[in-house]
């Protein structure tokens, strides 16, 4: 929760960890105690989190045989967007807001046991190991 700034001084920001609706996550006034966006941010940062865990694993614009400069843009522009959403989450918990810590932690083990735990991997016929639906590279 951050104060506007008034005559030179800057109010401080929640910096201990606090329940409650009552908090601005990403853009000054959102959700700002409306239960229903704080829901929907909930939402949103659970859905980032397991975003980025996949993002992290998945190998699969890394063809053997692809063109060097369209495979290299296709990672490059995968490793930004992965950051991106890295950075989203990141700035999500720093509102110290418990629930919104809960459901990135949440998210984060959800994607992992999704996409990077195994749990998921299985062979197919022709012997090449799939992980998560996706072809892997040897």
């Not at 190998?59 to 991106?84: E, I, M, N």
Request: aromatic fraction near 12%; include cysteine; glycine fraction near 12%.
């Amino acid at each position: 929760m951050m104060q506007k700034q008034e005559q030179g001084t800057m109010e401080s920001m929640q910096m201990t960890f606090f329940w409650g609706e009552d908090v601005e996550v990403w853009f000054s006034g959102w959700p700002a105690g409306r239960l229903a966006m704080y829901l929907l941010s909930l939402a949103l940062v659970f859905v980032f989190s397991p975003l980025y865990e996949w993002l992290s694993v998945c190998k699969f614009l890394a063809r053997p045989g692809a063109p060097g400069a369209a495979s290299g843009l296709l990672q490059t522009l995968l490793h930004g967007l992965r950051v991106g959403v890295a950075y989203l989450v990141m700035l999500s918990i720093m509102t110290f807001n418990v629930g919104i810590l809960l459901v990135a932690i949440a998210g984060h083990a959800v994607g992992f046991l999704l996409f990077g735990s195994g749990v998921f991997s299985r062979r197919h016929k022709d012997g090449d190991k799939h992980q998560n639906g996706l072809p892997t590279n040897p």
